[in-house]
């Protein structure tokens, strides 16, 4: 194994996978480190699926990076065919264009800046009456006091999938990666800079720090800015005529102010999906978050949404506990890290981030090849200016 690269990306899971199969796909030499064997349980990667969609009420260079990423998933899933067929822990979709409904309050912010987004971008889509979500998904119970927009082709995709079929392909390129290998610090080395694994020592001419929910470990400077948040996921028995995957689309409903849930219809017999987007506790370090199902509320806050909005669902079925990557108004950052010149940086994903992945990849591998010019992504939106510690 050679101990100097161009890139060394630290930590592979969305992003990071991501960015190192487009680096190595441009011949990039790249080397990827992951604490653990992506796709894994550890992170904000898993749990099968993802919500992706391109109305987004967080501006413009939101909805350009969604279409972008769109397009670039598709075109994974025609690049992939073939490892898919004859790889059977690949098969499968990546996207499933199932659409997206978003219900919240009628007239409110939620649903109407998604809405100008949609005109704004030529976004194909649906304005609902809470009458006509009902009647065209009964198994949502939805009050006069809101209202839906539909997402047409919107959909799913399945992001351990994902993560694995970026792995075979990235190391088809080229790649090098080392599993179960934590980073441990970057130093700055000549004109390059080498990254202290519990592995060994490497060198490369930049690094890529895509770390998720425990990154400020590694970038300390970073901490206070990502902050790592415990999510319970539950997945509820539900009967498919109502809430199968040609009953119902993926959904996030509003409930009023901060209060916002997420969702799947029942995709293959495991139950409908649910979880909720606001809040959760904060993960401690050095320790995994405690299991689904150590607090009360783990269950009972799915479960009192599920009573009030998809009230056909029945009992719990099985309960996970994923990561999400805070910013603390859930922007992303992604960029060089001030001071540190060649270490980027590209996270706080902020439990809305994977569905970027593809594009983040694509601008990150860019940028790190060719510097912020080589890539049409509005950097100043995402810039990490400002949110550093010293
Ligand atoms: C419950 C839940 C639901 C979500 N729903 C959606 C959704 O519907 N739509 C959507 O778009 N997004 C959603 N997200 C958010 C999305 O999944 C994340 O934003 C995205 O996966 C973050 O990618 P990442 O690469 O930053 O983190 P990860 O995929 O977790 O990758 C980080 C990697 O870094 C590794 N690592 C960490 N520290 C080190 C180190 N020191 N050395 C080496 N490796 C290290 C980890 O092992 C991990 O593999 C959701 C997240 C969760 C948790």
Known sequence: MRTDYDVIVAGAGSFGMSAGYRLAREGRRVLLVDAGDPPHADGSHHGQTRIARTAYTMGAAYVKLAIRAMRLWKELEAESAALRASDETCAGPLFDPIGVVSIGPAGSPFIRRKTESCLAFGIPHRRMSAEQVRAEWPGLSVPDTMEGLYEPDAGVLYSERIVRVYRRLALRHGAELLVRTAALRIERAGAGHVVHTTSGSFAAKRVLVTGGAWAGRLLPELAEAVTPVRKPIGWFEAPADRYGRDALPAFIVNAGGDEEYFGFPDLDGGGLKIGRHDGGRIAEPDR?????????????????????????????????VCLYERTPDESFLLGEVPGRKDVWFAGGGSGHGFKFASAVGESMSRALTAGPDGDELDWRTFSLEGVIQS
């Open 288 to 320: 995994p978050p405690e299991p689904f199902g150590a607090y009360a509320d783990d269950e009972a806050e799915l479960r009192r949404a599920l009573d009030r909005f998809l009230p056909g669902v029945g009992r719990l079925l099985r309960g996970q």
